[in-house]
């Protein structure tokens, strides 16, 4: 199994960015996907979750800014960041099952 994050970067307070995660070797319509966080000196915390037919949850933290999605077709899944803050920084981790991706890092500074 394979979890490939990408999208990561350095973004100023309010502006967006849009993570992707690549999977293979696992039946990715039927797994639930999952995106992680993990501040420095902090846990590691779900951000947002997407079922195998679309239902999605989100942290607190994020509702009404983040979304998460899947493209079916493409094996991806993608989580949409907009209205950024500094307390979003953190390594962002893709998940399903028992397997994790390599995580990315979202820097929100000015």
Not at 2 to 24: D, I, K, W, Y
Not at 33 to 55: C, D, F, H
Not at 68 to 96: F, G, H, W
Request: glycine share 10%; proline share 3%; aromatic share 10%.
């Amino acid at each position: 199994v394979q979890l490939q994050a990408s999208g990561g970067g350095l973004v100023q307070p309010g502006g967006s960015l849009r993570l992707s995660c690549a999977a293979s070797g696992i039946s990715f319509s039927i797994n639930p996907m999952a995106w992680y966080r993990q501040a420095p000196g902090k846990q590691r915390e779900l951000v947002a979750l997407i079922t195998s037919n679309g239902m999605t949850n989100y942290a607190d933290s994020v509702k009404g800014r983040f979304t998460i999605s899947r493209d079916y077709a493409k094996n991806t899944v993608y989580l949409q960041m907009n209205s950024l803050k500094a307390e979003d920084t953190a390594v962002y981790y893709c998940q399903t099952a028992a397997h994790w991706g390599q995580g990315t890092l979202v820097t929100v500074s000015s």
